[in-house]
């Protein structure tokens, strides 16, 4: 049975421009959806710590940021029981196969170079959304 | 980016063998399609095999090794780990317990198998066309 709660989605990102482009073009296609971005991933930590953030159905996280970086926030959600479940997308201006191997073995569920036009960046937000959020079945979003 | 590895699909129903392969062969022209029964078969042929397969496609409910439990063998693998196929559940039927259990092992995504063939098409279209545009360690010509 589909759960008539809002999808939540958190972006933890330090860019400022790239987040309000995503927010905008999310807005454009989903306006019921919730976007919370975390430009210092300090923040959330704090937040997940005092057990107040309300758990996503979706996280898209940068790679390349200041402590802690992405791959260390990578570690701490796939080792966090509330959080490992929750489909985590990693966005990076790598294309490192060395980068991407490591985020898999750490538990990404996929792994995307940042993109570098508006029009790449509106095609990653329509079929991230729509892969994750309106077909796959998820454990914060069932179908069943 | 081109993307020519073999899509590994493991369904012991032979009807949707039957039903998926074409689908599959239009859909990723470039990509063989390599059907087995079992997750045995399948996990053999990923330990041996020198092919960089482009993505595992499983049911979950299987005779003898259940999808689930050929994720959690490649999983407890390390070489099969490192090599971090992306491994996507399609299944019918598919139940609460199934999904959480399949996000545990950390899957790059659960598709409950619809009924039509359309549906089914556009279900597999989408799946493709996402990993075509993902970087995975396998979409790369060198070790």
Redesign the interface.
């Known amino acids: 049975m589909l759960m008539a709660r809002r999808r939540r989605i958190w972006i933890i990102d330090d860019n400022p421009d790239y987040c309000n482009v995503v927010k905008r073009i999310s807005a454009d296609k989903r306006p019921d959806w919730e976007l919370e971005f975390f430009p210092d991933s300090r923040k959330l930590l704090d937040l997940l710590e005092k057990d107040v953030a309300m758990v996503p159905d979706l996280i898209v996280l940068d790679l390349i940021m200041p402590e802690p970086d992405g791959i260390k926030m990578l570690h701490y959600i796939?080792r966090n029981r509330q959080l490992?479940?929750?489909?985590t997308i990693i966005v990076s201006e790598s294309?490192s196969?060395t980068d991407?191997?490591l985020c898999?073995?750490a538990?990404?569920?996929?792994?995307?170079?940042k993109p570098a036009s508006l029009e790449e960046l509106r095609?990653?937000v329509a079929?991230?959304w729509?892969?994750?959020l309106d077909?796959?079945?998820?454990?914060s979003h069932?179908?069943? | 980016m081109e993307v020519g590895g073999p899509i590994v699909f493991i369904d012991d129903d032979e009807e949707d063998q039957f039903i998926l392969k074409p689908i599959l062969e239009s859909i990723a022209p470039n990509s063989p399609i390599l059907f087995f029964n079992n997750g045995e078969k399948a996990i053999d042929f990923l330990r041996t095999t020198d092919e960089r397969p482009f993505l595992i496609i499983s049911e979950v409910i299987m005779k003898n090794m259940s999808g689930l439990e050929l994720r959690r063998q490649i999983e407890q693998d390390k070489e099969l780990?490192?090599r971090?196929i992306?491994f996507i559940f399609f299944t019918h039927p598919?139940?609460?317990q199934w999904?959480?259990e399949a996000?545990?092992l950390?899957?790059?995504?659960?598709?409950?198998k619809k009924s039509s063939t359309k549906e089914i098409k556009q279900?597999l279209e989408?799946?493709v066309?996402?990993?075509t545009?993902?970087?995975?360690?396998n979409?790369?010509d060198d070790e």
């Open positions: 796939k490992r479940p929750i489909p294309d196969d991407a191997s898999y073995q538990g990404a569920n996929s792994y995307i170079v095609h990653f079929v991230t729509q892969y994750w077909i796959a079945a998820t454990p069932q179908r069943l | 780990k490192k971090s992306p598919a139940y609460k999904v959480e996000y545990e950390t899957i790059q995504g659960f598709f409950e279900q989408a799946i066309s996402y990993w545009n993902c970087l995975h360690p979409r790369f």
